[in-house]
């Protein structure tokens, strides 16, 4: 409502009253002032002189005491408390009680924004409002309203943090905050969180990635609150991106080094950005994150994490964080020292705008959102790069409450699904095993992964074995083997150290006699290799082969256990890596030839790293 608007509806109300709109006794011109006086602090928006178009504005409710004062306990904040608990009390109030009203609201008051929860109207109850909010954001919107845009959360940071000191010549950063539909409350608190804390110097710009929203707030009332910020641009998307593509169209307008990918509905710390732009500026593969502290969703306190934790996922490929492990916390030097994580939550994040690039940015071919974090993390990992939560660095997110299942679940599993297709190679089978929505959907609906598969190959990118030896081997086998038929087979990749690539078959071969040769690790089946108590290597799940030799050159056979040519096929496994012959004592060398790579055996030379194998263990679920 503008103030004009504002001034008929009280004068219209005097009229009504009175009778007349002149004769003005001294009681009601008070009474008239004390009233603009309050629209002016409450109902308008400073600068814009716009009514913010929220429908529980607009049903004007007085909050109950129990959420207005189990709030924050920020200095800042008890203003709001002050507001609520006074305007709750619907009775005449003093001139006195609405003094301190006043005061209580120009206080907190931004220049910026102003917008008090001051609400003067009868509501529909409270319950429905808050489960209108619930319903639709996630989160209990009506406590949200009431929270100052300014509020800062308390300090948590470890003392030695504060003693930190960072370059004055630390990357710029682009913070994209990519929303659809959110709460205005939420979305404002999340800008000026930013602009409250960032410093100016490293602080490029903000940019606003509207996904399509289609609620009155975000329309002409968030850009003209967009347009009185320094250095915030908003993007309107005029087709539905998704969580992903909306970060990527961000990302492509962004001019800072580094980007920092942030929801909609966060509150940083003091000092949140330095010690994440201090780690990219000293090597820009890192991808770094805040300790992400928990906004609850129905109180909007803050509660901050005090256990160090890190990122990780499980089999389904859901995200979760965790403790860190005892050996990540002794190779941690300070209190102050980043932890290294398995994966980084889809919250925020930040990341070199080039490298993120560099890197194949998100999966284009991902839907909506979901699982992109886990996406990122695994390529990140395994095209050469680190993730580490830096625990000097703290943002709070709303972790919303879903009251019912998303639409965009499918979405979910289809983006699950890609990832397990691109990077988990064998290990694939124990997430559809897991899995069974991604399970049931990959039997009707093959993605098509290919050119994230060459991304891949192009990057010379890991296997997800190394993953799982390297960055999170916790991460353990399915144990249960009730839930499947058969029991897991220990199975090893034949690494070669010379070469870095490992020992496989051609699967088309279904008989023997053809070359074992040497190819990029990929985990496939086609490279899993069993050692017995007969000291045969062994491969294939129904048939079997044994690694024989012809002519010095390492085939596979079938194999001849139990007869005269038994020695052939044996072999030891040496655990300074050589894998000998028995029958001639000689070593099985990786020699190039011509194009292909191919092995043979050779007198054995300890000096010679191509003689060198290094078994890395995969477990195997049987076939059903
Ligand atoms: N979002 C978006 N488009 C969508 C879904 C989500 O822009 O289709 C935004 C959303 O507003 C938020 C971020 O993406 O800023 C992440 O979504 P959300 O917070 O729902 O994910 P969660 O934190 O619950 O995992
Ligand atoms: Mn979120």
Not at 497 to 508: H, S, W
């Amino acid at each position: 409502m503008s103030l004009a608007e504002s001034l008929l509806v009280v004068c219209s109300m005097w009229r009504r009253r009175c009778g007349c709109g002149l004769q003005l006794s001294p009681l009601y011109l008070l009474l008239l002032a004390l009233l603009l006086l309050l629209l002016l602090s409450g109902h308008t928006q400073p600068g814009s002189g716009r009514h913010i178009p929220r429908a529980s504005r607009q049903h004007g409710q007085f909050p109950p005491q129990h959420t207005a004062l189990e709030l924050i306990p920020s200095d800042s904040f008890s203003d709001d408390q002050f507001i609520v608990a006074t305007a709750r009390a619907a009775r005449p109030r003093s001139r006195r009680r609405v003094y301190r009203l006043l005061r209580g609201a120009r206080r907190t008051q931004d220049p910026r924004d102003g917008s008090k929860p001051l609400q003067l109207k009868p509501a529909p109850p409270e319950r429905q409002l808050e489960r209108q909010g619930l319903e639709t954001r996630g989160f209990n919107e009506l406590v949200s309203e009431r929270i100052s845009l300014h509020r800062r959360p308390p300090e948590v940071r470890h003392p030695l943090c504060l003693q930190q000191e960072y370059s004055q010549n630390l990357p710029t950063a682009s913070i994209i905050i990519c929303f659809h539909n959110e709460a205005w409350s939420t979305l404002l608190r999340t800008v000026n969180s930013v602009m409250d804390t960032a410093p100016k110097k490293f602080l490029k710009e903000i940019i606003l990635v509207d996904d399509l929203s289609d609620q009155g707030h975000l329309k002409a009332a968030l850009s003209e609150y967009i347009s009185k910020l320094d250095g915030v641009k908003l993007i309107r998307s005029n087709k539905r991106l998704g969580v992903i593509g909306g970060r990527m169209l961000g990302a492509a307008r962004a001019t800072g080094d580094v980007l920092i990918f942030m929801d909609s509905h966060c509150e940083c710390h003091n000092g949140w950005l330095e010690p994440l732009l201090d780690r990219i500026a000293n090597d820009r593969t890192r991808v770094v994150s805040p300790v992400i502290d928990v906004i609850d969703w129905k109180t909007f306190q803050y509660y901050h994490s005090v256990d160090l934790q890190r990122g990780v996922f499980n089999w389904n490929l859901d995200f979760h964080w965790e403790p860190i492990p005892e050996y990540e916390q002794k190779w941690r030097k300070s209190p102050t020292s980043p932890i290294q994580s398995p994966a980084v939550s889809g919250g925020v994040l930040g990341i070199n705008r080039n490298y993120f690039q560099n890197i194949g940015e998100y999966d284009p071919a991902m839907v909506m959102w979901g699982t992109e974090n886990v996406e990122l993390s695994l390529r990140v990992w395994l095209c050469g790069g680190s993730l580490e939560v830096v625990p000097c660095s703290r943002v709070g997110h709303v972790y919303r409450k879903h009251l019912y299942s998303l639409p965009g679940e499918e979405s979910v599993v289809k983006n699950k699904i890609r990832v397990a297709e691109v990077w988990l190679d064998s290990f694939k089978e124990i997430f559809y095993k897991r899995d069974t929505p991604a399970y049931l959907l990959r039997k009707t609906e093959v993605p098509d992964c290919i050119e994230r598969l060459q991304l891949r190959q192009r990057l010379s990118c890991k296997n997800f074995h190394w993953f799982l030896t390297n960055v999170y081997p916790e991460l353990s086998m399915p144990e249960d083997k009730s839930r499947y038929s058969g029991a897991a087979r220990q199975r090893f990749l034949l690494h070669n150290i010379g070469t870095g690539y490992c020992a496989g078959y051609q699967t088309k071969w279904s008989t023997g006699g053809h070359p074992v040769a040497l190819a990029p690790c990929s985990g496939n089946g086609n490279q899993h290799f069993e050692y017995n108590s007969f000291k045969e290597i062994q491969f294939g799940a129904i048939v079997k082969f044994c690694i024989d030799v012809r002519n010095e050159q390492i085939v596979l056979q079938n194999c001849h256990r139990g007869n005269k040519m038994e020695s052939e096929q044996q072999w030891d496994m040496q655990k300074s890596g050589e894998i000998i012959h028995v029958s001639t004592g000689k070593c099985i060398e990786a020699i190039k030839n011509g194009t292909s790579k191919d092995l043979f055996l050779r007198q054995c030379n300890k000096y010679t790293t191509q003689q060198l194998w290094r078994l890395e263990t995969v477990t195997v679920m049987n076939k059903r």
